[in-house]
């Protein structure tokens, strides 16, 4: 019973290039999350996806950063031209649906690290 | 708009003795409650809910939640800390207004140190 799976689990930037992170949420689960999480603060909520459909992405920055969730295939958070201050640890999290009592099940991170 | 808070950084406990980890909240309508637990350099693991019902919630690890209505309070509890205990916990709200529904936003989280 694989649970949110997410990779890589580690990944490392020069300042300027490309981060792509996947996330393929629990098997039945049609909804996924992005949140943020900075050195010894808590987590900050990114983005919020449903099948070919952003919900609400209030918490994405206004440049560089987009996400998707195609029909096939894992959730997508893509960096474009890194700066130093994205390293952080990326969650992915996933939930059946969007009823409030719905469980939302965490993956286990991807580490950025802008070099 | 809802929030959590999390009044303590830290909580220090002995193991053997209980340990009690705050959380209030402010929400409008029905709250949606959870608290969840990250080990260093893991993901969040999901310890507890409360929808409805009992106000004591039962979740894993021998963890239990008391949900306070009139205190705006959900307190996660332990009778008897382990050393392994030592983690982060974090308290979160579901979103259930707006077009955010179903975010869950996220107190800063507590760092909870057993010492044997």
């Known amino acids: 019973n694989a649970g949110v799976m997410q990779n890589p689990r580690h990944l490392v930037r020069r300042r300027g290039q490309e981060a792509r992170l996947r996330c393929s949420p629990m098997?039945?689960?049609?909804?996924v999350y992005w949140y943020r999480q900075l050195p010894e603060e808590g987590l900050k909520f990114m983005v919020y996806?449903?099948?070919?459909?952003?919900?609400?992405e209030s918490g994405m920055p206004k440049e560089r950063f987009s996400a998707e969730f195609p029909k096939e295939g894992p959730s997508i958070l893509r960096i474009q031209q890194v700066v130093r201050g994205d390293s952080a640890a990326y969650f992915c999290a996933s939930s059946p649906g969007r009823q409030p009592g719905n469980t939302i099940y965490f993956g286990e991170g991807s580490w950025l690290t802008v070099v | 708009a809802q929030s959590v808070a999390q009044p303590e950084d830290q909580v220090n406990v002995a193991e053997g003795n209980p340990l009690t980890v705050k959380c209030t909240y402010s929400v409008s309508g029905n709250p949606y409650l959870f608290w969840y637990v990250q080990y260093p350099n893991r993901g969040l693991q999901f310890l507890l809910k409360y929808i409805t019902g009992d106000n004591l919630v039962k979740g894993s690890y021998g963890f239990e939640a008391e949900f306070n209505k009139s205190q705006t309070s959900f307190h996660l509890k332990k009778p008897s800390a382990l050393v392994s205990d030592s983690a982060l916990y974090f308290c979160?709200?579901?979103?259930?207004?707006?077009?955010?529904?179903?975010?869950?936003?996220f107190g800063k989280g507590t760092k909870l140190s057993v010492k044997p």
């Open positions: 996806l449903q099948k070919e459909n952003i919900i609400d």
């Open positions: 098997k039945g689960h049609s909804h």
């Open positions: 979160a709200v579901r979103d259930n207004y707006g077009g955010s529904q179903g975010n869950l936003i």
